[in-house]
C-alpha cells in the first residue's frame, strides 16, 4: 500500500511563504498523477494543485500565480511552493496521488497564515 508523508506545514504572516513537500514510498512514483488538498474548519476539501506524469499541472483559481506544484520523480517527491499566503490559506493540505484505480492520501499537514 502507498505511504505519503508531508512536511512542512507551519505558521507564516500573510504575505509569507511555505513550501510543502510530500514522500512517497511503495508505489511507482513516477505514473502517478500527484495532487495537494487542503481542508479549512468547516469547509469541504479542495484540490489545489495537480501534477500529471507528464508534468501537466493545474490549480485552483484561489492559487494561481502564488503556488507552484512540481516534483522529482527520482526522489518520489512532490512539493507544493506558497508564496503570498493569505489568512484564506490556513487548511490542513494533504498529498495525494491517483493511478487509475488508486487512490493514496498522507496525513495531512497544517498551513496557518495569520497577523
Not at 80 to 106: F, H, I
Request: charged letters at 20%.
Amino acid at each position: 500500500q502507498a505511504q505519503l508523508v508531508e512536511s512542512g506545514g507551519g505558521s507564516v504572516q500573510p504575505g509569507g511563504s511555505l513550501r510543502l513537500s510530500c514522500a512517497a514510498s511503495r508505489i511507482i512514483f513516477s505514473v502517478y498523477t500527484m495532487n495537494w488538498y487542503r481542508q479549512a474548519p468547516g469547509k469541504q476539501r479542495e484540490l489545489v494543485a495537480s501534477i500529471s506524469d507528464a508534468l501537466r499541472t493545474n490549480y485552483a483559481d484561489s492559487v494561481k500565480g502564488r503556488f507552484t506544484i512540481s516534483r522529482d520523480n527520482a526522489k518520489n517527491t512532490v512539493d507544493l511552493q506558497m508564496n503570498g499566503l493569505k489568512p484564506e490559506d490556513t487548511a490542513v493540505y494533504y498529498c495525494n496521488g491517483r493511478y487509475r484505480t488508486v487512490d493514496s492520501w498522507g496525513q495531512g499537514t497544517q498551513v496557518s497564515v495569520s497577523g
